[in-house]
C-alpha cells in the first residue's frame, strides 16, 4: 500500500512536470502543492526530451514537403507552442528588468509588470532570430545528409536546458523577499538535482540509441560535451543574473532554459558544420 502511494506521488509529480513546461493535452487533475512543484523538477529532462523528439519527427516530416526556410519557420512555431511561450514570457521579462539599469528592486517591478518593453521585445526577436538561423541551418544540413542521425541531437537540447533550471532552482537563492511562482519550487534538494542529471543522462542516452551512432565510440563524449557546455554556460549566466537581482526568480529560470536552447543549439549546429 505504502509503495503504490509512493509511485502515485511520483508519478503526480511527472505528470506536473509535463503540464506545467508543455502545453501538452493531459488531461488529469492535479493538486499542486508545494512537494509536487519540488518533485516535478526531477522530470524536466523527460518532458525537454519529448519536446525534442516532436520537434525532430516535426522536423523531418517538413522537410519532405518544404524549403528549409519556411520549414524552420514553422519548426520554430511549434517550439514555442508546445511550451505555451513560457520561457519566452520569462526571457523577454528578464531582458526588460536587467537592462533597465535600474537598482535591483525596481529590476524586479519592472519584471512583474505584465507588459512588455522595448528591451524585452528587441531581446526576444533576436533570439528568435538566431533560433530560426540554427533550425534552418540544421534543416539544410538534414536534407544534404538525407536525412542523417545528426538532425537526433536537436532533440538533446531541451533535455540538458530544463536540467540546469533544476540546477539553478537548487544553486541560486530566490530573488524576491513576497511569493512569487518560483517560490514554490523552494526547497529543491542536491538530491532532486542528481537524480534529474540522471534522467537527463538516460534520455540523452535513449535518443542517441534511436541514431546508428556508435556506442563505443561517440555517445560518451556527446553526452559530456552536451552536460559540460551547459552547466559551464549556464553557471556564468545564472551568475550574472543572481549578482543583477541578488537571487533568481520565476522568470530568470525560464530565461536561462531560452539562452541555453540557443547555446547548444549553437553548439550542434557549429558540430554539423565541421
Keep these: 500500500m505504502r509503495t503504490a502511494r509512493i509511485v502515485l506521488d511520483w508519478l503526480r509529480a511527472c505528470i506536473a512536470a509535463f503540464q506545467f513546461l508543455t502545453r501538452l493535452p493531459i488531461p488529469v487533475q492535479i493538486n499542486y502543492t508545494n512537494l509536487v512543484f519540488r518533485r516535478s523538477v526531477v522530470f524536466y529532462p523527460l518532458a525537454g526530451c519529448v519536446i525534442g523528439l516532436l520537434l525532430v519527427l516535426a522536423g523531418q516530416g517538413l522537410s519532405l514537403f518544404l524549403p528549409a526556410m519556411p520549414a524552420a519557420v514553422l519548426l520554430l512555431g511549434l517550439w514555442v507552442i508546445l511550451t505555451g511561450g513560457l520561457h519566452l514570457d520569462g526571457l523577454m521579462d528578464t531582458a526588460d528588468g536587467i537592462l533597465s539599469h535600474r537598482p535591483r528592486e525596481q529590476m524586479l517591478e519592472i519584471m ?163
Excluded at 195 to 215: E, K, Q
Aim: glycine content about 12%; aromatic content about 12%; overall charge positive.
Design 112 to 274: 512583474k509588470d505584465s507588459r512588455v518593453g522595448a528591451m524585452g521585445v528587441i531581446v526576444a526577436v533576436l533570439h528568435l532570430l538566431l533560433k530560426f538561423s540554427l533550425l534552418y541551418t540544421m534543416l539544410e544540413i538534414n536534407k544534404k545528409d538525407g536525412g542523417g542521425d545528426g538532425f537526433f541531437l536537436l532533440a538533446i537540447v531541451p533535455i540538458w536546458s530544463r536540467w540546469f533550471m533544476t540546477a539553478a532552482i537548487q544553486g541560486w537563492p530566490y530573488a524576491r523577499k513576497e511569493s512569487g511562482l518560483g517560490s514554490f519550487f523552494q526547497g529543491v534538494s542536491r538530491g532532486h538535482v542528481l537524480i534529474s542529471f540522471l534522467v537527463a543522462l538516460l534520455t540523452t542516452t535513449i535518443v542517441l540509441g534511436l541514431t546508428h551512432i556508435s556506442l563505443a565510440t561517440a555517445i560518451w563524449p556527446v553526452l559530456l560535451c552536451f552536460a559540460g557546455c551547459t552547466f559551464i554556460t549556464g553557471w556564468l549566466m545564472a551568475t550574472y543574473i543572481s549578482r543583477k537581482l541578488g537571487g533568481l526568480t520565476g522568470d530568470t529560470y525560464g530565461a536561462l532554459n531560452e539562452l541555453l536552447e540557443a547555446v547548444l543549439l549553437l553548439g550542434v549546429v557549429i558540430f554539423a558544420t565541421q
